[in-house]
């Protein structure tokens, strides 16, 4: 049976250090990655730059006659995101998939990464979760809970989670 292994990732280098040791520890066979990269919904740039290329013709004032501004929707934006981050994880997902792994990427656009996660977990009945953690201690974790650790707590279902020293 195949065991699905979600793991959330953002822009940060930190969070993808997790996939050395998905590699060592997952098996090949039988296993799907869920890349899930999360991020911030975005808000609409509101409109695009207007594009004064030589090659328009300009009114008297100086505005150019031809592509004037127009609005830049948050769907635009998720869109390209998507795009984006397909491209940048593109050598990991190669990588893993040359290993043997199935592979998905997904993005999600959430301010509430902990509900998205134990949202998408029971909905794609996810079997593990693999990620980096930060591993506070002290005074920082009372102020600044970590996200694998809110997870637990909300969750029953293994994790493999690593605190990289750098």
């Known amino acids: ?84 981050v397909e491209v940048a994880l593109l050598a990991e997902t190669n990588a893993l998939q040359k290993m043997g792994y199935e592979v998905s990427v997904q993005t999600c656009f959430v301010d509430d990464v902990v509900s998205e996660i134990v949202r998408i977990t029971k909905r794609d009945k996810i079997d593990l979760i693999a990620m980096s953690t930060q591993a506070r201690v002290g005074v920082p974790r009372f102020f600044f809970a970590d996200i694998a650790e809110k997870l637990m707590q909300k969750m029953a279902i293994p994790f493999l989670l690593i605190h990289p020293k750098d």
Not at 2 to 9: F, H, V
Not at 27 to 40: A, E, F, H
Not at 47 to 62: E, I, M, N, Q, V
């Open 1 to 84: 049976m195949m065991k699905k292994i979600l793991i959330p990732l953002t822009k940060s280098p930190f969070s993808h250090k997790i996939l050395d040791e998905v590699k060592k520890f997952v098996p090949v066979k039988d296993s799907k990655l869920i890349l899930y990269y999360i991020t911030r919904p975005p808000k609409g740039l509101g409109f695009a730059a207007t594009d004064y290329r030589s090659d328009y013709a300009l009114k008297p004032d100086g505005e150019p006659l031809g592509p004037k501004a127009h609005p830049v929707f948050p769907s635009q934006e998720e869109d390209s995101i998507q795009s984006d």
